[in-house]
């Protein structure tokens, strides 16, 4: 079956605008996870659904950067007012489940963010 | 805090040799650790899981290790191949949390 998809795979954008990143999880998948990848750093998570819920935004580094998803599907993730600091690989990775190794996290091909 | 740390950093091998990547964490409570495969470009792909329980899990020419012990683990690649070029990325996981926890990554280059 399909994997994770995710879109644009590619955006730029300039300093102070708006962006909206989509994540189309493995279908029957009711968890869904967003994380950043920075050059030369680890996957940095930011946010975790289950559901249509988000019972952790732990990682989301400023009020600039906001998540929903929507039927227990698609996932959007917008960062307003963007900075150069945001430019990154946005990962989206879905499971069946939360909960340690039980269920296994699948990820997509990511959007490569460059604010300019 | 949390820590998960690899090296090395990068490395150059020639097609058909074999070679070890390790991996140092900090985790604790430790639950189980992955590695994963990452193609530039793409998202990572998981190539083994173990927990504290167990030292050794192999998938095809990968072979890892676990010594919880001492908080270590490796991944060996036999014979490599040129498609081995990829990044290879340790996750640890707490006990009774789902989040993950990256290292940086070994940067694999397999030369002809």
């Known amino acids: 079956g399909a994997g994770v998809s995710q879109s644009p795979s590619n955006k730029v954008t300039e300093k102070g605008k708006d962006v909206e990143l989509r994540c189309d999880p493995i279908?029957?998948?009711?968890?869904l996870y967003w994380y950043r990848q920075s050059l030369g750093q680890g996957l940095e998570f930011l946010i975790y659904f289950q559901g249509n819920s988000a019972p952790d935004k732990s990682g989301l580094p400023s009020d600039r950067f906001s998540a929903e998803r929507t039927g227990g599907s698609v996932s959007t993730l917008t960062i307003q007012r963007t900075q150069q600091e945001d430019s990154a690989v946005y990962l989206c990775a879905s499971s069946l489940g939360q909960g340690q190794f039980r269920y296994e996290q699948y990820f997509g091909p990511g959007t490569r963010l460059t604010v300019t | 805090k949390n820590q998960v740390e690899q090296s090395p950093q990068s490395l150059i091998i020639l097609e058909g040799k074999n070679c070890t990547l390790q991996c140092n964490y900090t985790v604790s409570p430790f639950s189980n650790l992955r590695w994963y495969k990452q193609d530039t470009g793409r998202g990572p792909v998981s190539l083994t899981i173990m927990t504290f329980s167990e030292n050794t899990k192999s998938n095809g020419r990968y072979t890892a290790t676990l010594d919880a012990d001492t908080k270590q683990s490796s991944l060996h690649i036999t014979a490599s191949q040129l498609s081995d070029s990829a990044s290879y990325i340790c996750v640890v996981s707490g006990a009774g949390t789902y989040k993950y926890i990256f290292g940086t990554g070994t940067r694999l280059k397999v030369l002809a």
């Open positions: 279908s029957g998948h009711t968890a």
